[in-house]
């Protein structure tokens, strides 16, 4: 019995993993803000109330569904509605949060600070390792921790407790 439902839940995460939205894309998945204002509806239609404007270009989405070509989006503060697709690229970005962070020349705990970033500054995505992200912020590259930012999913179990620093 026990085997029988380790395999369900196996099968179960396998297909979770594996969905895709009305685009073929998988889902859930990140994009950005691609317009300077945007109208968060609360269904995937124009005749939907609106439930947000945002206008800050390159902010971080995340997809989690899809209806024809409309994206049900989650911002960073956890609101969900539904933006037309022509409104996000698939740009990469990330939304530094909590306190104040630094941006780090290496991934380690101890490398040189190159910035201290506030809450809310949007880099770009460049590269992402077991517990660190590569961004750029204005001219500046650096290292940032996962949990530091909105944008990318959390480190993998097996690297989530251990430290490069």
């Known amino acids: 019995m026990a085997v029988a439902l380790g395999i369900l839940l196996l099968a179960a995460s396998a297909f979770a993993e594996s ?84 941006l780090r020349r290496t991934p380690s705990t101890a490398a040189r600070v190159v910035a201290r970033l ?6 770009r995505l460049l590269s992402c390792e077991a517990l660190w992200c590569l961004v750029e912020v204005a001219d500046l590259r650096g290292w940032l921790r996962r949990e530091e930012l909105w944008g990318v999913d959390p480190a993998p179990p097996a690297t989530a407790s251990a430290d490069q620093g």
């Open 118 to 123: 506030e809450p809310g500054v949007i880099g």
């Open 19 to 102: 969905r895709r939205g009305a685009s073929g894309l998988p889902l859930p998945r990140w994009a950005s803000l691609a317009s300077t204002r945007a109208h968060l509806r609360t269904g995937p239609g124009s005749q939907f109330p609106i439930r947000w404007i945002y206008t800050r270009p390159g902010l971080p989405l995340r997809i989690v569904d899809e209806a024809d070509v409309w994206r049900k989006v989650e911002d960073p503060d956890g609101d969900v509605g539904w933006l037309h697709a022509s409104l996000l690229s698939s740009r990469r970005t990330v939304m530094v949060v909590g306190g104040v962070r630094e």
